[in-house]
């Protein structure tokens, strides 16, 4: 914090001047805009502060009521259900709970917000940029397109972790404390730490592709549509490819959201639920299927940006 | 004496001159192509001009005003893209909205950059005249091409045009059907200083050619090239027209300043409010004083013999106050 | 050692912020820079150029977007392109167009980009006060920007550049869309700015008389090379002598006053209503002022030729 900085008065009277009783007794202060000495943060803090702002854009925090709508509804969507569940836990008798969704079948129910999710607010924060005229304040910052890209992408993931980890860890919690979760520590330590790596496997197969799609265009309009209907599309045309079309069961491989799904029940070792995707792929493959997702579409945005002419 | 008229304005700033608004008879002038009579515009609710009336005749003349003035509003008004609350507009020989043809008539230059990014300038060109009804729009393209002396058979696309060669494209497109009037909305922004030499070159060669050309400037550095004729709207209403030094001497009450560097400085300044001619004299040092002044040309007149008479070398006479930004200053009330 | 701490604002006359030795840039075909040097020195500085003369091109460059094909830069002591983060560290940057993040509060703005060029938060939340304050808007800061005026869009630009209180700031057509009044009020922030807090401005700008009444330095590119650089003083005073007068009278009047002036031995240029005469002897002044005696005419204006800068850069540019 800065501290005033006195002027000293040109000539100090002493206050004991009797022929001028208040000398002394007032002081004026250099106010306002002065230079800066301090410590600088460097590239870190510039990252850091992207990636808060990137938070802030998402969500329209510190903006007009109307920018927090469409985020904040879909948050709330991907949180209903596990406060549904929650709340049956409770009021259900103890027979009963057993039928409840276990914690990875909470992704079928959320799958679409999540989505929606990572459609809107990837545009929100790549597209903006570049209409705004702020992608040239960043690169004439310390960031570089790299860094850029790298705070984009960090603040994107943690984003959608709240839509992929917090509902099911809020249904862990609960159920917990309602004596339906997992039994001993070792138990529950596990059941928290797949409930973490499986929300992260699954916003990072949606990550990639939705940033990879944003950054394409500058209309955010655009992105998000787009995005809205590549995640149902790739997987309806690859069940049609494969079921109807006879064609290799690897091309599900190819189904964003399926493949998320499986990499969660994978992570659960439980038994896939899910009537309209059936993989029998070894884990491996999928994981490997996830990783060549994400290093294609980081590829394609980093393709997009590093030739991008910059509006300065 | 020049066609000059200071309304008596409501708007803040004290009337300059005692004389009752044109009268009738002498107004518009005969050779006016554009007049605008007691015309007001408000959206909503909300005033943007009031009671502007204007005649502006064939050569150059600056529309100036702070932002936010009514200055983009009366442009659209007299180039008929909006209609007025109330007055009425005359443009070439009829209402530019209910007239096609005295539309036709009037070439407009918009501020915003084109869209064709992809075309020739010729086909651009060519569109307009199209659009005009004009019969071999090629050839009048190529002839407004001409006219702003760019080369009717470049192949490359505009997109990749200097922001001076697309403003060149944009104003023979509102040349191309030999409009009366050309009206221009800032169009020397982004233009280096080469560029806008030409462009005012172009002007005044559309000037001499007698066509009325208006166009709205921020620059007034710029707009007194253009000429001496200018239009000041302020909060709306019509401040000032007329030659821009005209209206400087219609500001009686905003005496005159002059520096003068002069070897017998102070003995100079002490003969000139010994004249009469100066109403004060600030000595600033031996040699260089300022005066100030209700009779200016008596003043320059005083200047070479008093200086000859004390043996003085004048070095220096530098007018403070007698450019455009004064009078621009005086008239928008920022003074 | 934080971040930064290497670079070193020069301090002493001797070390210009900028200093470019023989730079030069191609893309592909396309020669954007052949050969540029300059020097700026601290203060304002304008730097001129027709459009797509290869200004933007050095613009970028000083800010470490794009590396030199050869030739030497130095930005604060440093090759901008292998320190670009540590340079523009100490930079502002103010960019020509006018959009800005519509929805955001230009506080919350000038805060970010404060904190993007390394200052914590605590500071960077003061330090965009007191610059909005400075600039005048103090009033307008919890504004989103979609709703603000150019004029205090420029300033909103103007403040975020300085908020972290960089050793250079750079402006691009900060006067662009202002209107007269307007104009002379940014012009005269930029100078306090540079003369109050010793903030070096290099300003790019297209209208000479905004860079004659404020800039220190010029620099002058034109078709890749410098075409002219140095003190604005040195620049418009260079070879011009002789006295210019501008007389009261009509234009046949000013020619029997031109000659005059050529009857008495004096070699004169008429343009309009002002005449120019030539000579490296002070005595045209008294040749002048002697001949407005005997002919009875009013001195309108008179003084010592100088170049304008427009004359100085129509003539660079050839």
Sequence with gaps: ?312 | MTDLSIPQSSNGIAPVTASAPPAPAAWPPADATVVAYDVSKSFKGVVAVSNVSIAITPGVTGLLGPNGAGKSTLLRMLSGQIKPSSGSVWVAGGDPRSDAEARGRIGLVPQQDGVFEGEKAIDIVSLAATLSGLDQPTERAAHALGLVEMDPGLERPVGTFSKGMRQRVKIAQALVHDPIVLMMDEPLNGLDPKQRRQMIELFHGLGDAGKTVLVSSHVLDEVERFGSLVIVIAKGRLAAQGDFRAIRGLMDNQPLRVRIQCTAGRQLGAALVASGSVMGCRVDSDSLIEVTTNDIRQLRRELAPFARHYGGRLEEVIPLDDDLESVFRYLVGDR | MPPGAGVNVPNSETVPLVSARNVSKSYGSHVALSDVSFDIEPGITGVLGANGAGKTTILGMIIGLHKSDGGQLQVLEQDPWFAGSDVRMRLGYAPEHHTLPPTMQAADFVQHVAELHGLPKTEAITRSSDALWLVGLGEERFRPMGSMSTGQRQRVKLAQAIAHDPAIVMLDEPTDGLDPVQRDAMLDLIRDVAERFGISVILSSHLLEEVEQICDGVVIIGEGRTLASGSLDSLVNSEATGVVVEVDADDRAVAAFAAQLQARGASVTIHQRRVTIEGSDDSVFDLARDVCADEGLGIVRMSRRRLSLEDVFLESLG
């Design chain 1, 1 to 312: 914090m800065t501290t005033p900085n006195p002027i000293v008065p040109t000539s100090p009277a002493s206050p004991a001047d009797p022929a001028n009783p208040i000398a002394g007794t007032a002081q004026i202060f250099d106010q306002g805009y002065r230079r800066y000495e301090g410590e600088r943060t460097g590239v870190a803090g510039a990252m850091s502060s992207l990636v808060r702002a990137t938070w802030r854009q998402a969500l329209g925090l510190k903006r007009q009521t109307r920018n927090k709508l469409i985020p904040f509804m879909i948050i709330v969507f991907a949180f209903v259900p596990a406060v549904v569940f929650v709340g049956l836990a409770a009021l259900l008798p103890d027979d009963f709970v057993n039928e409840l969704p276990t914690y990875v079948e909470y992704y079928g129910f959320v799958v679409a917000a999540i989505y929606l999710f990572a459609a809107f607010v990837s545009s929100a924060i790549l597209c903006e940029d570049r209409r705004t005229g702020m992608l040239g304040v960043y690169l004439s910052s310390p960031l570089d397109r790299r860094t850029y890209l790298a705070g984009k992408a960090i603040a994107f993931c943690t984003l959608l972790f709240i839509v992929t980890i917090l509902p099911i860890l809020l249904m862990l919690l609960a159920y917990s404390l309602q004596n339906a979760g997992p039994d001993g520590f070792g138990n529950w330590i596990e059941t928290f730490a797949k409930i973490v790596l499986s929300g992260v496997a699954f916003g990072l197969v949606f990550a990639f592709p939705s940033l990879a799609v944003a950054s394409t265009t500058d209309r955010w309009v655009v992105a998000t549509a787009t995005n809205a209907a590549m995640f149902p599309a790739s997987a309806v045309v690859t069940d049609l490819l494969v079921g109807e079309g006879n064609l290799t069961p690897h091309l599900r491989l190819l189904n964003i959201p399926g493949l998320a799904r499986e990499l969660t029940f994978r992570i659960f070792n439980e038994p896939q639920a899910s009537l309209w995707s059936r993989f029998d792929n070894p884990t491996w493959t999928l994981v490997l299927a996830a990783l060549g997702w994400i290093l294609v579409s980081g590829g394609i945005v980093w393709a997009n940006y590093r030739r991008l002419l910059v509006r300065r």
